[in-house]
């Protein structure tokens, strides 16, 4: 417990006179006691209370909607950590009631990376991802989010959590711990599909497993049937059902299967029934006489080893979750209109397959390629399942940063948004109040914040003489600490803060500020691969930062390619020579990095229609820096990018480890032929 100061004691001691809760930064001081049957005891355990009060909350900066939204419900697609999103999600009164503190997420699907260090194959020579955080660390990294979980999950809705073998049995017990036991519904086994190393002196290993947890007994749940193959169905005798309309009782079985209420068995004309005994499906018991039909399971189990648990698709996301997975989850614990969230989401499977079935859906993952992905894959649906059939034009969706934020988008929001927007970004309470005649905007704790008004008062700086100002009015009428929030440009001392008296008064500075008396954590940024093995490898970002454009200059040629060509290859490459790349990222103490160090990867759209980014191919910086820094591709993809009338451009993005993009917009006519 933290020594507490006579302001935070009398500001406690108000809250509680008052019967008011505590602001999330002061309910870590207050120990709290749990009595649970059991739990999992490591180190590094922190109780679910920090967890939810520390957490960093970081506000989600709309970038782009895809499709009309109307002003009505538009599904997210968010690029950022999860554990920050979620606990920005427990602001959206969509996804959680603060008043009823009850969430209203129907079903929440996650494949998290397995934190083995085991790596798994997309390829048959590419390795997919290595999940390196291990132990320990790997399983408070899952409960955090598990906890979240929890909170924004409807009291009727339902989790599934897929797992493998290395950390399932430590994983139950802190979903027993989260969910409670009693709410464990089912160990369901499914395929690993190609995704198994060779097993050296043991089994091997073809199954993952998937916990079904609910948040109460009153949950979703419809019964899944499916079609046994013909050698395991059973012969039944036909019954009659007195009552049954006579639609129900002459149903025809043109497609091989019928579904009859559960217990009982349809009766047929004599038309259907020769129907059936054209095609199999009835025959006479050789020993009573009498019709009998072939039925169906009316229920699938616990064992879903008949569907794909990955789908391997050339060139699509490492691990890619099966359409066929996801329908029978989505199928089972929802309804048309249900919200739907995954937190790992990777390459979109649970969104994808959602849209399909009428639900509303909510997608985060901390990746640049898997942001691009998804993109790419809601807007190139397919009606059917398995990405098959007519084109599906995707409901209205909004693409959201969270964590990394574009500046100029915040600076040309209109006050009242650009106010609401900065008091989120520090984690301050919105409670318009006055002190001394000084109209002030929030609370960070117990002390003020004011949101400096640039927009009105645009000759105004804030400096020394500002404060000095400040304090004459507010003297000993605040506490020990007093914020400023201001754009960086405003903000005219360096130090993080002036003391005037009893009293700090702080400047958080946009676009950037770290202070260290503001968070216990220092700040971690999102770290993005420079090698196809890292791409899920699981990460803890903290706090937030803006987006800063790299340096980057590059050569564009055209030359003959090397090596053996292949019969169907064009003869020419093009050649991207990377010779500068620098990032530009703010930090207080400055970050030293050799030239192209911080490189992450090349993406590409060979067709840019000149709006969406709509990306083809990935170069990793490791496999560039092979190529003594070269991206190269098929010079063909050039010119028919520039013939045939579609767009004539491609579009190429470089992505630093921190998430920050250079674009680039290039024709062939860009590309010189090399000296």
Known sequence: MNKLNKEEIEFITKCLKEGNSLPDNYRYIIPFETKKEYELTYEGKE?????????????????????NGNGGWANKLIFGDNLQVLKALMNDPEVYDKNTGRGKVR?????????????????????????????????????????FLREILADDGTIYVRIDY????????????????NNFKNEIIINRSKYTKTASRRFLTKTDSLFFYTKSENYQYSSIRKEKPIEEQIWRPFLHLPGESKINRYRVIEDKKFYPPQGRHWAFSQKNLDIAYSKGL????????????????????????????????????????????????????????????????????????????????????????????????????????????????????????AGLYDYKMVKDLPWDKYREFVLKLFQCRDEKH???????????????????NYKKHKDVILDRGFIDDLHKILGDKIGYKFFIIAPAASVMF?????????????????????????????????????????????IDAVGFDFIQIPDVECDYFIESKKGQMEMDECNKEA??????????????????????????????????????????????????????????????????????GINGQIMIIYIDIFG????????????????
């Open 47 to 67: 109780r679910e209370e920090d967890i939810l009060a520390d957490t960093m909350a970081v506000p989600l900066q709309p970038v782009k909607t895809f499709g």
């Open 107 to 147: 079903l929440i699907y996650i494949d998290p990376p397995f934190g083995t260090g085991d790596i798994y194959n997309a390829k048959e020579t590419a390795p997919a991802y290595s999940a390196k955080l291990q132990g320990a660390k790997f399983i408070e990294f899952l409960r955090k989010r598990l906890v």
């Open 166 to 181: 290395h950390f399932e049995h430590y994983l139950k017990a802190v979903m027993d711990e989260i969910f409670e036991k």
């Open 282 to 401: 009835a025959r006479i018991n050789p020993k009573t006489g009498k019709p009998e039909i072939k039925t169906i399971d009316t229920e699938i189990s616990n064992n879903w080893t008949d569907i794909p648990g990955y789908t391997a698709r050339p060139g699509g996301y490492p691990t890619e979750n099966s359409e066929v997975l996801l329908e029978r989850i989505i199928t089972a614990s929802s309804n048309p209109g249900d919200l739907i969230l995954d937190a790992f989401a990777g390459s979109g499977t649970t969104g994808a397959v959602a849209e399909k079935l009428g639900r509303r859906w909510i997608m985060i993952d901390c990746g640049k390629l898997a942001i691009y992905t998804m993109q790419k894959r809601l807007l190139n649906l397919r009606k059917e399942i398995g990405n098959k059939g007519k084109p599906l034009k995707p409901k209205p969706f909004t693409l959201c940063n």
């Open 434 to 452: 006055r002190v001394a005649g000084v109209e002030l905007d929030g609370y960070l704790g117990a002390d003020s914040v004011m949101v400096f």
């Open 494 to 538: 360096f130090e993080d803060y002036i003391e005037k008296g009893k009293t700090k008064y702080f400047a958080l500075r946009i676009p950037y500020s770290i202070i260290d008396e503001l968070h216990r954590k220092g700040f971690t940024h999102i770290k993005q691969p420079i090698r196809e093995a890292d791409v899920n490898d699981t």
């Open 575 to 644: 050649v991207i020579k990377i010779r500068k790349f620098k990032s530009n990222i703010l930090s207080k103490k400055p970050l030293q990095f050799e030239n192209r160090e911080t490189l992450s990867m090349v993406m590409v759209d060979y067709d840019y229609n000149g709006e969406v980014f709509d990306f083809d191919e990935v170069f990793y910086a490791e496999e560039i820096k092979k190529q003594a820094w070269e991206v190269r591709f098929d010079a063909e993809k050039l010119v028919l990018s520039g013939s045939e």
């Open 660 to 675: 920050n993009e250079k674009r680039e917009v290039k024709s062939l006519k860009d590309f010189r032929r090399r000296k």
